[in-house]
């Protein structure tokens, strides 16, 4: 071969095709197509969710701004550094630090945000070592007895929802009430689920065992819910939705919120749909009404069936789907635990 074919052969495989590249004007059309997808993703994520995800990223821009750090470097050992910039951040109440929840869920949002927007290539485990930082902190913070945030949600359970009951007032705002608590619960759901329920999404069972709700927008998993009559007839959130249906006179409009504000003033149904916050805001309301040994959230309804179906008996199976956690939830699990002392109890058959 003659040195002038070498440099052509040379040349040649210099511009031939490497697997996975593409010519300029493909490669510009793909990472088009990549932000397009990026932001379609983001656009029917839970507004609550993006919400959290902007703040944790917030956070950590303050923090790499103190710490004179670049915000992309996203690493084990800059993890580690915002761990403990965290730690020592005031909490929602003055005197009050960050909850570990809180800092937990902020190195959550600082990697998903720095794969998904900013398209950094993350190991799985980037951040393994902050949160070993952090499960050491709450154990001396358990051992000293400090306390940090608001804790864990109770569970709004059965007995309280009959104490909630007889004090909810005989209008409008009542029936409303009554069937957003009883839907709730009876769908482990968040409150996000709630406040974007549909008309079209809760329709009657062709057989006629009750209701069935399918929850579109959800943080985890869209899912079908079986809502079946209760035994009791003034929690059973079938009569209480058909009695909210036929009182509000909504119905004629499949695309209108199931759950929806009243008139501030003539306490007429209105037709913009409550916020997730409204929806926590009514069970809050409910429970200081009733004056409970607890003070509910709107994440009570979802803990409390998790805790009333253990109770009864059932498999953590049922509750995963109703409440749409993933296989084997550590989480339910850990709500269900909660309540398992007086169920499984080293005393039994002793004393």
């Known amino acids: 071969m003659t040195n002038t074919e070498a440099t052509v052969t040379e040349r040649a495989e210099e511009t031939a095709t490497v697997p996975g590249q593409f010519d300029p004007a493909t490669e510009a059309r793909l990472d088009q197509i990549d932000r397009d997808a990026t932001r379609h993703v983001d656009d029917n994520r839970p507004q609550k969710t993006k919400n959290g995800y902007a703040a944790d990223w917030k956070a950590w821009q303050r923090f790499c701004a103190e710490t004179g750090l670049p915000e992309l470097a996203v690493r084990s050992g800059t993890l580690v550094l915002f761990t403990e910039w965290c730690w020592i951040q005031p909490g929602y109440r003055p005197g009050l630090f960050l909850a570990p929840a809180t800092i937990d869920r902020r190195l959550a949002g600082v990697v998903v945000t720095a794969r998904r927007q900013h398209k950094l290539t993350l190991a799985a485990d980037v951040a393994e070592e902050a949160r070993a930082l952090l499960k050491a902190k709450v ?178 199976r049922q509750a995963e789907k109703q409440g749409g956690w993933a296989k084997g939830s550590k989480v339910m699990r850990r709500y269900r635990e909660d309540d398992d002392g007086f169920k499984e109890n080293a005393l039994h058959g002793v004393l």
């Open 139 to 316: 154990r001396a913070m358990e051992k000293a007895g400090e306390t940090r945030g608001r804790g864990p949600a109770p569970a709004l359970l059965v007995r309280h929802m009959e104490l909630i009951v007889p004090t909810l007032p005989d209008n409008l705002q009542g029936i409303r009430d009554l069937s957003i608590m009883t839907m709730h619960f009876a769908i482990a759901g968040r409150e996000h689920e709630l406040a974007w329920l549909r008309e079209r999404h809760i329709s009657e069972d062709p057989e006629g065992r009750g209701l069935i709700a399918d929850i579109r927008i959800s943080k985890n998993f869209p899912r079908v819910v079986q809502v079946p009559y209760g035994s009791r007839a003034h929690l059973c959130p079938v009569r209480a939705y058909r009695r909210w249906k036929e009182a509000s006179g909504i119905g004629d409009d499949p695309d209108g919120f199931a759950y929806r504000r009243l008139n501030s003033r003539w306490h007429t149904v209105t037709d913009e749909g409550l916020s997730p916050e409204a929806i926590g805001d009514v069970i809050t309301r409910l429970g200081e009404r009733a004056d409970l040994d607890i003070r509910p959230t709107g994440h009570s309804p979802r803990r409390g069936l998790v805790t009333e179906s253990a109770r009864a008996g059932n498999d953590d």
